[in-house]
């Protein structure tokens, strides 16, 4: 399939800057990682299964062609990443995961209150398991979380 070839050729150069990335930060351990561990080894799952993807779509795939491709809904999704990216240090990891996750889920089509409910639990689940539990350093916003 022509998009299982696109997706896979671009969730592959996402990995490999995700572990590059990584790498120039300190990784550290298993029992005290560093703050290149997760992009490193996020990167380096992302590309395998990336892998996985372009082995299977290039078994399939006759000729590649991009117009099955969504545009809008792509550059919406592109444009809620980069602003995640971006606006991650001033709002912190909650606020602005609360966003992208609420975008996300009206692009998809949810109804506010199910877009709204699911964005906060996500966002909360995720705040405890790396701050509290795994004691992961993420950015603090201006609300102190």
């Known amino acids: 399939m022509p998009r299982d070839l696109v997706g896979g050729l671009f969730w592959l150069a996402v990995a490999i800057f995700a572990a590059s990335q990584g790498v120039t930060l300190k990784l550290g351990s298993l029992s005290r990682p560093g703050p290149g561990f997760f992009p490193f080894w996020g990167g380096v799952i992302l590309g395998l299964f990336s892998l996985a993807l372009l082995a299977r779509s290039l078994g399939q795939a006759e000729r590649?062609?991009?117009?099955?491709?969504?545009?809008?809904?792509?550059?919406?999704?592109?444009g809620a990443l980069l602003g995640y990216l971006l606006a991650l240090e001033s709002l912190g990891f909650v606020i602005i995961t609360v966003l992208f996750l609420l975008i996300l889920f009206?692009?998809?089509?949810?109804r506010w209150l199910f877009s709204a409910a699911l964005s906060l639990v996500a966002a909360g689940l995720a705040h405890v398991i790396f701050r509290v539990w795994l004691k992961t350093q993420l950015p603090v916003g201006p609300l102190g979380f």
């Open 106 to 110: 009206r692009a998809a089509g949810r």
């Open 64 to 78: 590649l062609s991009l117009a099955g491709i969504r545009w809008p809904m792509f550059l919406l999704v592109v």
